[in-house]
């Protein structure tokens, strides 16, 4: 997290950060040494979950750990397809 904005980070090269802004889904470039960084996560700990509902700009996700449905905001950059119906 970086002025209250959530990034993934993508690779780092001389001092400048690779990111891709969650909210707006482009890429950026951040400043190693600017101050308040907030390190929340790794690619490494990312689960697959599946899209249960969308609403809107609402998506339900099911949690693959606690099998709990997560509303989040299903922003356009996400791509996400609702599920198939029966």
Not at 12 to 32: A, K, Q, Y
Request: net charge negative; no cysteine; glycine share 6%.
């Amino acid at each position: 997290m970086f002025n209250k904005r959530y990034y993934e980070v993508k690779g780092t090269d001389s001092g400048l950060i690779r990111v891709f802004d969650l909210i707006e889904g482009r890429s950026n470039v951040l400043h190693e040494h600017d101050s308040g960084f907030r390190l929340i996560g790794n690619v490494r700990e990312a689960e697959r979950a599946d899209v249960t509902y969308t609403d809107n700009d609402i998506a339900g996700i099911l949690d693959p750990v606690s099998y709990d449905i997560k509303e989040v905001k299903a922003h356009a950059w996400l791509r996400l397809s609702p599920p198939m119906k029966k």
